[in-house]
């Protein structure tokens, strides 16, 4: 019966997919970086190609993540700003590791995550990939459209300065 239940445990935990779901009602709920999430249709071809899928306008309304990688990513942020060195790289670490062990639909959200812990870390080259891959995996209705303008305004604007 034990083997049984660990066994159930460990599926639930790495074989079922489940979401976090975010309304616009909850905006001042979660942090910035998953706002660019309910704006990620970008242009009149995104919007349009969002029809072509038959995806209801209500879901590009929302911002949707995958639990495990969200989790991770909370972790990252609490440890970071707690000054736990040793919890955050391990939940950045796990983060990264998790987008690739799950089933990811939202591996583009995901990814994302990834590419602004970077930024925190002041990795902007790496930071800039992350979210070059995110475009390619997903080129349509993508928020990283718009981590990737805030990075290059902050380049005009002489905030930070990128190695490329």
Not at 85 to 99: C, G, P, R, Y
Request: positive net charge.
């Amino acid at each position: 019966m034990m083997g049984r239940r660990i066994e159930f445990l460990h599926m639930l935990q790495n074989e079922v997919a489940v979401s976090t779901i975010f309304s616009r009602h909850e905006i001042n709920c979660i942090p910035w970086q998953l706002v660019a999430e309910f704006y990620r249709t970008v242009t009149a071809e995104d919007k349009a190609y969002s029809r072509e899928l038959h995806l209801p306008m209500k879901w590009m309304d929302l911002a949707v993540v995958d639990a495990l990688p969200y989790m991770y990513y909370l972790q990252y942020l609490i440890f970071r700003t707690t000054g736990l060195i040793s919890d955050k790289d391990i939940a950045f670490k796990n983060l990264q590791t998790a987008i690739f062990r799950v089933q990811n639909d939202h591996i583009d959200t995901s990814l994302n995550l990834i590419g602004h812990c970077y930024e925190l870390e002041g990795n902007l080259p790496k930071a800039w990939r992350v979210y070059k891959f995110s475009v390619e995996l997903k080129s349509k209705n993508n928020a990283a459209y718009w981590h990737m303008f805030r990075m290059i305004g902050g380049l005009i604007n002489g905030l930070r300065m990128l190695s490329w």
